[in-house]
């Protein structure tokens, strides 16, 4: 099988097509920025350096899927020095991958770097480099949040203390091996970036940048799964929140409420561009409707009740002068003929000087 460095040297004399090594060294590159950097992760140069760096790491992983570098069938040994590198391709693009922050394609994101992670670490466990246990599929990662959400959380269990005691254990023991791998990497860095170093400190230096990817990795996935649930509840409550817009009412067109057809022309021709409406015209529309005006409220003891009282009395002696009650017209002309010959306040004089 031939090896990446023979590939590049061929490619070399094409100027067009950039070497495999040179693509993974500049999304390295810019991965490293963007981690270090004090910058906020949201402002536009850091976001421009994200994705040149996806870009390139994306070009790389199109390449050594073409030269086919890595087998099931062989051994860690086998693999070229010079190739351990590009094991760990997948675990950047996750990497760099969650440091984009478009917050309508979140989830999609967090899907996608979970996908990078879960592929690295595959690999490396084919190859044995480390020893850990592999996370759980996304299939099985992926839970319902509208069930959990209404189911109540059980009570803990002696074997669910013991599952959470074990798997900090496993937090702590990968802490250390992370801070242990960092410290050997500062020792031999130097060396391996000027090139004096040779082909056995060159392989331990990529060995342990794989391995410290790994806990990296797994620190991710669980961070992932966290974000996912809470990414898919919100969706869920942002749906559930959603309610069908009201229909919006037309806008009432003015008019002119006439006491009757006759008046309705009078108002129309002065006002051609008026509606005009009789009060039985306007009364059967608000019946058709079912919001009849005069069924308001009715209204309790009071003042008010008492104004409508005498409102009533003064409209059913209208009413019946109206239709000739003979009591009612007697009354009144009694009335009109007591005060033709009394002046007004004849009977009050009691306290005058």
């Given at each position: 099988?031939?090896s990446?460095?023979?590939v590049n040297?061929?490619q070399?004399s094409?100027?067009?097509?950039?070497?495999?090594?040179?693509?993974?060294?500049r999304?390295?590159?810019?991965?490293?920025?963007?981690?270090?950097?004090n910058?906020?992760t949201?402002?536009?140069p850091?976001?421009?350096k994200?994705k040149?760096?996806?870009?390139?790491?994306?070009e790389?992983?199109?390449?050594?899927?073409q030269?086919?570098?890595?087998?099931?069938n062989?051994?860690?040994?086998?693999?070229?020095?010079?190739?351990?590198?590009?094991l760990?391709?997948?675990?950047?693009?996750?990497?760099?991958?969650m440091?984009?922050?478009?917050?309508?394609?979140?989830l999609?994101h967090?899907?996608?770097?979970?996908?990078?992670f879960?592929?690295?670490?595959?690999?490396c466990?084919?190859?044995n480099?480390s020893?850990?246990?592999?996370?759980?599929?996304?299939?099985a990662?992926?839970g319902?949040?509208e069930e959990?959400a209404?189911?109540?959380?059980?009570?803990?269990?002696?074997?669910?203390l013991?599952t959470?005691?074990?798997?900090?254990?496993?937090?702590i023991?990968r802490?250390?091996?992370?801070?242990?791998?960092e410290a050997?990497?500062s020792?031999?860095k130097?060396?391996?970036?000027s090139?004096?170093a040779?082909d056995?400190?060159?392989r331990?230096?990529?060995?342990l940048?794989?391995?410290?990817?790994?806990?990296i990795?797994l620190e991710?996935?669980?961070s992932?799964d966290?974000e996912?649930e809470i990414?898919?509840r919100?969706?869920v409550?942002?749906?559930s929140?959603?309610?069908?817009s009201?229909?919006?009412r037309?806008p009432?067109?003015?008019f002119?409420?006439?006491?009757?057809a006759?008046?309705?022309k009078?108002?129309?021709?002065?006002y051609?561009?008026?509606a005009?409406?009789t009060v039985?015209?306007w009364?059967?529309?608000?019946?058709?409707?079912?919001?009849?005006?005069?069924q308001?409220i009715?209204?309790?003891?009071?003042?008010?009740?008492?104004?409508d009282?005498?409102e009533?009395e003064?409209?059913e002696?209208?009413?019946?002068?109206?239709?000739?009650d003979?009591e009612a017209?007697?009354?009144a002309r009694d009335?009109?003929?007591w005060k033709?010959?009394h002046?007004?306040?004849?009977?009050n004089?009691?306290?005058m000087?």
């Amino acid at each position: 099988m031939a090896s990446a460095e023979d590939v590049n040297l061929t490619q070399n004399s094409e100027s067009e097509t950039p070497k495999l090594t040179d693509l993974l060294d500049r999304g390295w590159k810019f991965y490293e920025e963007v981690d270090t950097t004090n910058e906020p992760t949201g402002s536009n140069p850091i976001q421009v350096k994200v994705k040149r760096g996806l870009m390139q790491l994306e070009e790389a992983t199109r390449m050594v899927a073409q030269l086919d570098l890595f087998s099931r069938n062989e051994e860690l040994e086998e693999i070229a020095t010079t190739d351990l590198k590009y094991l760990m391709l997948p675990a950047l693009l996750g990497a760099l991958t969650m440091k984009q922050v478009n917050l309508s394609k979140r989830l999609e994101h967090v899907q996608m770097a979970r996908v990078y992670f879960l592929d690295f670490l595959k690999r490396c466990k084919e190859y044995n480099i480390s020893n850990f246990k592999m996370p759980e599929s996304s299939e099985a990662a992926d839970g319902t949040p509208e069930e959990d959400a209404i189911l109540p959380a059980a009570p803990l269990q002696q074997a669910d203390l013991i599952t959470m005691a074990k798997q900090r254990q496993a937090k702590i023991e990968r802490f250390k091996q992370k801070k242990d791998s960092e410290a050997k990497l500062s020792e031999i860095k130097a060396s391996v970036d000027s090139g004096t170093a040779d082909d056995e400190i060159v392989r331990d230096f990529y060995l342990l940048n794989i391995r410290r990817w790994i806990v990296i990795s797994l620190e991710e996935i669980e961070s992932i799964d966290q974000e996912m649930e809470i990414l898919k509840r919100m969706d869920v409550l942002r749906e559930s929140s959603a309610q069908p817009s009201q229909p919006r009412r037309p806008p009432m067109k003015p008019f002119i409420l006439t006491k009757d057809a006759v008046q309705a022309k009078v108002f129309g021709a002065g006002y051609p561009s008026l509606a005009t409406v009789t009060v039985d015209e306007w009364y059967e529309e608000h019946r058709k409707k079912n919001c009849q005006p005069d069924q308001g409220i009715p209204r309790g003891p009071g003042p008010s009740a008492d104004y409508d009282a005498a409102e009533l009395e003064k409209e059913e002696k209208e009413r019946r002068e109206e239709n000739d009650d003979e009591e009612a017209l007697q009354k009144a002309r009694d009335w009109d003929n007591w005060k033709d010959s009394h002046r007004r306040g004849y009977g009050n004089r009691h306290n005058m000087g």
